[in-house]
């Protein structure tokens, strides 16, 4: 039947297909392409050839990927990768010709029309790899602005070969039974967020003992409310915050049917636009400032209450060009470019997408202008969240501003700021192998591929340590938390078609391990179960609503559940102690990010029916 049914599609499908011309100019036109499949799509890339050189292109319903003098690449937008065979999809576009007028356009699809040679297009991409550069991530050297004059042009990026990803093999596996409820943790994830918020709190807030707080966090009349606290103080530091912002928005817009299947797709949206509609009020382009801290944990730790209680005034901290911050200021980049995407395909506010795209454009220009670690300056945070290096953020805010525009000048510049090699770790300092993945994710190239499958190698067994029943092992702070984002990379890794099965049946090991596969058999995410931590390091959690007495060494357990919260987690030996001053009972916000990507990766499997058998637990 399938024979069949590939000899129809070639019979119908082998011209290149005309384009509707719907008006004419001196120097441009404005055409639309109507798309009647003979086949079901599942997500499509379509290529529109032009009869002479082109310049710039603006298509709706679609997102731009590359494009070159005569040829534009296209690809779905997540609410239309699905097109029925026969059901008839049309979009229109305008292009600019440097004065001439194109005379006329055709188009193809990928695996549905044949390429303009005659040969059947295919997905296959050359591999050619740029020129080595260090594994490290390294600290800027000058204060020079990278050049943004790359012109977007076949001749500048040939050598690359890129071409994007599309319909990859996730894996072939036998579809198996969840060993957890993937689906509950998630959700449970997302009230861990709506706990850390700061600010006026919205009459649908779900955290029944958390109140109003910070809404006097405010300078010389800027208002500054808003945002998360950072773990169980209340500082709001912007750097793990933004991280934190970006990888839950990329685990959104990668595995979006994980968050409408589990009902939680409006809670995500609320959840991440506290971040960043409080990440627009600290951006200040007229003024060449942005807020990237309030609070200093060293001077207000010695008080232990609820934050609606807190009455010390606040202080801000700012980068600017006597002050730089790159680092800080391209994490913002991400979290608000990543958001533009969220809030234009996913939770349908275009409106702030329009505005979060705005400001992480000029942001990313201030950033490249002003190079430097925030935390050199900033000194109120080099203890808790001082920086190592730029250009990891740099890289990963390059490649979002790139899926946001399509403007291939981003990534180059994404490309020649991101630093190949296998990365320590995927967390909030460093973002090297998650710039890897949205780079192949574009560009299809091996050197992304071998720098994530050498990542989870590692993590894998091959040199970094295993708890004896089985938890990946990097560091005594915030263990679980370097093993969920391993987790995370992982599925996302799958998805991308990157080694499916065995990417996932890692990912498994440590997710199911954090759910209960561990020796006391506990869930380290806080509500999942009957078996979970009671003493999260957390003061709004540990305190009563009705009383400012509150001891962080009080034995009792925690009044207010702290719902959806991932503690630090064990030691290098499975141990573990339920106390509240103890380092492995902590919270943060960038604990549960790629906890809660990993969740929806796998729960994204297991809908698809190609989620392995669960690894059997070690202890």
């Known amino acids: 039947m399938l024979y069949y049914l590939v000899l129809a599609c070639v019979a119908a499908c082998s011209a290149l297909e005309p384009v509707q011309v719907l008006d004419r100019w001196s120097g441009g036109m404005k055409g639309r392409i109507t798309i009647t499949p003979p086949v079901d799509l599942h997500g499509w890339t379509l290529h529109i050839l032009f009869d002479v050189p082109v310049g710039h292109f603006q298509i709706w319903r679609a997102t731009v990927v590359w494009q070159n003098e005569r040829e534009v690449a296209v690809r779905n937008v997540n609410y239309d990768a699905d097109i029925r065979a026969g059901s008839t999809q049309t979009m229109d576009f305008t292009i600019t010709a440097d004065g001439t007028e194109p005379v006329g356009a055709k188009y193809y699809i990928e695996g549905i029309h044949e390429g303009p040679l005659g ?90 003992w958390r109140g109003d707080s910070g809404v006097d966090d405010a300078v010389e009349g800027h208002d500054l409310t808003g945002g998360w606290y950072d773990a169980g103080d209340d500082v709001k530091f912007n750097m793990p915050m933004a991280w934190a912002s970006w990888v839950l ?27 960043l509609k409080y990440f627009l009020k600290c951006w200040l382009p007229a003024e060449d400032t942005l807020y990237v801290q309030v609070g200093d944990r060293k001077t207000e730790s010695a008080y232990w209450e609820r934050p609606e209680t807190m009455d010390t005034p606040h202080k801000a901290y700012t980068v600017t060009p006597t002050c730089p911050g790159s680092d800080v200021s391209a994490k913002m980049v991400s979290a608000m470019a990543s958001g533009y995407l969220v809030f234009r395909d996913v939770c349908g506010r275009p409106i702030l997408a329009d505005r979060l795209l705005a400001a992480s454009k000029s942001l990313y220009t201030f950033a490249k202008k002003n190079r430097g670690l925030y935390s050199d300056c900033v000194k109120q945070a080099d203890d808790y969240y001082g920086s190592t290096g730029d250009e990891d953020e740099l890289a990963t805010a390059a490649v979002w501003l790139y899926k946001a525009t399509g403007h291939y000048t981003y990534l180059a510049e994404a490309i020649d700021f991101y630093n190949d090699g296998v990365a320590w770790a995927f967390d909030w300092d460093d973002d090297n ?83 209960g596969d561990n020796p006391y058999h506990i869930s380290y995410e806080i509500g999942y179960g009957d078996n979970y931590p009671r003493r999260p390091h957390h003061m709004g959690s540990s305190c009563l609503v009705n009383t400012t007495e509150c001891d962080v060494n009080d034995p009792g357990e925690n009044p207010n559940v702290l719902y959806g919260a991932l503690v630090g987690g064990p030691d290098d030996v499975d141990g573990y102690n339920d106390v509240r001053s103890d380092l492995h009972n902590d919270v943060a916000t960038n604990y549960n990010a790629g906890f809660q990507g990993a969740l929806a990766g796998l729960f994204h499997f297991a809908l698809d029916d190609i989620l392995p058998p669960s690894p059997e637990p070690v202890c």
């Open 119 to 208: 040969e059947p297009t295919t997905t296959t991409s050359t591999t050619h790899a740029p020129t080595t550069k260090t594994s490290t991530t390294r600290r800027p050297t000058t204060t020079t602005t990278q050049s943004t004059t790359i012109t977007t042009t076949e001749d500048n990026l040939s050598w690359l070969g890129v071409r994007p990803l599309t319909n990859v093999d996730q894996g072939n596996v036998t579809g198996s039974e969840m060993a957890y409820d993937y689906h509950v943790a998630l959700g449970l994830s997302i009230l861990f967020y709506d706990a850390q918020r700061s600010g006026k709190l919205p009459n649908n807030n779900p955290i029944t």
């Open 249 to 275: 928005n990329y685990g959104l817009l990668k595995f979006p049917d994980a968050y409408e299947r589990s009902e939680q797709t409006a809670a995500m949206c609320d959840a991440v636009r506290w971040p």
């Open 433 to 515: 192998v998650g710039t890897a993945l949205l780079l192949y994710e574009e560009t299809s190239l091996e050197v992304y591929r071998e720098d994530i499958e050498g990542f989870i190698d590692v993590y894998n067994g091959t040199s970094v340590v295993t708890t004896p029943c089985g938890l990946t092992y990097i560091d005594r702070w915030g263990s679980n938390k370097y093993a969920a984002n391993a987790a995370f990379i992982a599925t996302a890794a799958a998805a991308n078609g990157i080694n499916p099965d065995d990417m996932k049946r890692y990912a498994m090991s440590q997710i199911n391990y954090i759910l």
